[in-house]
């Protein structure tokens, strides 16, 4: 059973639209990271957010953290192909020091 | 810009080689970790250590060991690899107190044959 579900699965969008993908769970968590991950790379930490209803921006991407702190939501506004990649949500519950990551979310975006 | 690095990037070898997947951080961090990660999916952690001479396995069971002899250093042993053993290993740490905000490697793509 996957703790943090991210959807869609596969994203294919065409360069200038918006998008939003989702990391959702039914266990609270005390904080939520972002990462982004291209090909033969490592994920490289985009954000972490740990108040319930936080939004934090970060030029054309937007996280939000849900108010119970079960879900976490990632906005990207008039996509480029530079932001083509792996993205995985990553949580920390308050009884564990260890990070449980997401399915991912691989979205590609066309010139 | 973060300081780990994994080597070799890629490795294809035969079915009962023994292999070591080096890593290093040049960021004095206390914690460090090794993902498995299939192609395009979720990482599933394997190792982690808290400082030197603390392992610990993870969540998802390896027969791979580690070993913490030095801070900066955490080196992953495959004593006979397997076909099953295929997939990238990824390497990351922490600095203690960070909210487990991890710095990755490159990885190491291992295929056996």
């Known amino acids: 059973t996957q703790l943090l579900e991210q959807s869609p699965q596969f994203l294919s969008i065409q360069e200038g639209e918006n998008l939003t993908v989702y990391c959702n769970s039914s266990?609270?968590?005390?904080?939520l990271q972002w990462y982004r991950q291209e090909p033969g790379e490592g994920p490289v930490l985009l954000v972490t957010?740990?108040?319930?209803?936080e939004v934090k921006k970060l030029k054309r991407l937007t996280f939000q953290f849900g108010d119970a702190r079960k879900d976490s939501s990632l906005h990207i506004t008039a996509a480029q192909p530079g932001d083509t990649g792996l993205y995985l949500c990553?949580?920390?519950?308050?009884?564990?020091?260890?990070?449980?990551f997401g399915s991912g979310t691989r979205l590609l975006v066309r010139p | 810009e973060a300081d780990i690095y994994q080597t070799p990037r890629y490795l294809v070898i035969g079915t009962g080689k023994k292999i070591t997947l080096e890593c290093s951080q040049t960021?004095?961090?206390?914690?460090m970790y090794w993902y498995q990660q299939d192609p395009g999916m979720e990482l599933h952690l394997i190792h982690y250590?808290?400082?030197?001479?603390?392992?610990e396995k993870g969540d998802l069971s390896s027969e791979s060991t580690v070993s913490r002899i030095r801070t900066e250093h955490f080196p992953l042993t495959l004593e006979s690899a397997r076909p099953s053993h295929t997939s990238q290993y990824l390497c990351?740490?922490?600095?203690?107190?960070?909210?487990?905000?991890?710095?990755f490697g490159s990885g190491t793509q291992l295929s056996v044959l």
């Open positions: 250590s808290y400082g030197v001479n603390s392992t």
């Open positions: 266990s609270v968590f005390s904080s």
């Open positions: 960021m004095g961090h206390d914690k």
């Open positions: 990351a740490s922490s600095h203690r107190g960070s909210s487990e905000k991890l710095f």
């Open positions: 990553a949580g920390l519950r308050d009884s564990s020091y260890k990070l449980i």
């Open positions: 957010v740990v108040t319930g209803g």
